[in-house]
Structure formats: C-alpha cells, structure tokens
C-alpha cells in the first residue's frame, strides 16, 4: 500500500469515467491516469505499424519499444506516443474496434499494470479503467464502479463525436459499445467487473456535476 491517496474509477465504456475523473482530480488536485487511453495508444501503434493484431508477441514486443506519456497542463490532458500528440487518433473506430483485443493479452496487461503502478506510487491520483479496483490498485482509497444503460451511452459517445466534427453512426456505436462490453468483461485476464468494494452509481439520469460531487464527497469522507 502506498502513501499516497489513490480513487479508482471502473466501469464500462461511455458511463462517464473520463470527463468525472478528470474533473474530481482537478477539485482534488489529484494526477488525472487515464488508462483506456495508454491501450488505446498502443492500438494506435499496432494500426501504424501494421502490427498483427492477432500476435501476442508482436504487440507486447512493439509495446516494448513505445513511448506512451499521459501529459497534463494548461492545454488540457493530451496523449503522446512517441512524442507524437494522438489524442484525438486515439478515438478513431478503427482503434475502438481492436482496442479489446490489444487489450486481451497478458504481456501487454503486465507491462501496463506496472507503468500504472508505478504512476499512482509517486502522487495522489485518479485512476479509469476496467480493473484499477479490481487488480492494479486493490487498496485504493476509495473505487467508484460507474455504470449507465448501453443506449445512454451509445447517444452521449454520438453527441460527443458530433460536437467534434467526427462521423458517427448512432446504431453502429451500440453494436460497437455492446461488443467491447462483452470482449472486456469475458476476456480471461482482469475483466471488468465491479470490485465487492466499489461504490455503484448508475449515472444513467444524472449530470455530470452530480456524479462528481458524489465522488468527490465519498473521497473527502474515506481521507478525513
Ligand atoms: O473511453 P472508453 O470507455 O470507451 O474506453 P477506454 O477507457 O478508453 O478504454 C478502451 C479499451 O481499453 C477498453 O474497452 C478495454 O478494452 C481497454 N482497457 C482495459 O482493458 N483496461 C483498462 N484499465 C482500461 C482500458
Ligand atoms: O470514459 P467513459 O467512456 O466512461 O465516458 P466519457 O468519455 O467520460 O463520457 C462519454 C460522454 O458522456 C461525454 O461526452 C460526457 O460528457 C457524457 N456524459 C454525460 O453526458 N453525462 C454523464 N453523467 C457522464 C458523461
């Protein structure tokens, strides 16, 4: 365990993991480590490079030799791989669509474990995912297990990609949000699932400003 104070925040894709850690860390003052988005890069690479997917060794091999920093200042929260800037790459179909399976092996998972790991040993920090309750930081002050029906969640990724000027296909988003459900919390290897300890909150019919101060409350609460 560490000394430092460390919220774990799970659950499945489009439930508000992102914007609600980012925004408790900033109350908090707290590192914002936005997993999703480490497997997200490193699918990026896989795409790139024209990696094969479907090889474990190559991925965790390519992994290996990629550079893949969270970076968080005045500009926002912005993903590198390489020293390149791929925020926005990162959110492509094409990297939603592999991402599962990128995510699926073992070395991959180990090697990032330890990278996040080793992220939250050195400050107080937000952590989002699919395991951080689960398996990377099992003693985590407090874990939030979000959670929202398929199709709120498929309609809040559609306005999403919308207000940004992305193509999107509101059926296809279901499918897809549906798929990676399933990949995430069959795969044999920390899958998602709620940690006997989190806290659930279906965000379904709430804003954003309520789920952050009801974590933020319980975070206060478990470090008084
Ligand atoms: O933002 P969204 O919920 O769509 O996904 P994300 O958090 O960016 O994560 C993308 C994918 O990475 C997930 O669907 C999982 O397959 C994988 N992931 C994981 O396996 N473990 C984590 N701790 C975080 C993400
Ligand atoms: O990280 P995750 O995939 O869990 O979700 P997100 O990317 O944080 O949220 C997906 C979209 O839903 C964003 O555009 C949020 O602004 C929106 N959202 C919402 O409308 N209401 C909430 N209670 C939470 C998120």
């Known amino acids: 365990m560490s000394n430092w104070v460390n919220i774990a925040i799970d659950g499945p894709a489009g439930a508000g993991k992102s914007t609600v850690a980012k925004l408790v860390s900033e109350k908090l003052s707290f590192l914002y480590i936005d997993t999703g988005a480490m497997y997200r890069a490193l699918t990026l690479a896989v795409l790139k490079s024209k990696t094969n997917p479907s090889s474990e060794t190559d ?26 800037d791929v925020t926005l790459d990162i959110r492509s179909s094409e990297v939603n669509q592999l991402v599962s399976l990128v995510s699926s092996y073992q070395a991959v998972r180990e090697e990032m474990v330890k990278r996040q790991r080793q992220l939250a040993g050195t400050t107080n920090s ?99």
């Open 59 to 84: 991925v965790s091999e390519l992994l290996n030799h990629s550079h893949i920093q969270l970076i968080v200042d005045q500009e926002g929260s912005r993903v590198l791989l390489n020293d390149e």
């Open 126 to 224: 937000v952590l989002d995912g699919r395991d951080i309750g689960t398996y990377v930081l099992p003693y985590a002050n407090l874990k939030v297990f979000l959670t929202a029906a398929v199709s709120e969640r498929a309609r809040r990724r559609h306005q999403e990609q919308i207000a940004k000027g992305m193509p999107s296909d509101l059926e296809q988003l279901k499918v897809d949000i549906a798929k990676r459900d399933e990949l995430d919390s069959t795969r044999a290897i920390a899958p998602l699932k709620k940690a006997e300890d989190a806290v659930e909150i279906d965000t379904t019919a709430l804003t954003i400003p309520e789920v952050v101060q009801a974590i933020t409350e319980l975070a206060k609460e478990r470090t008084a």
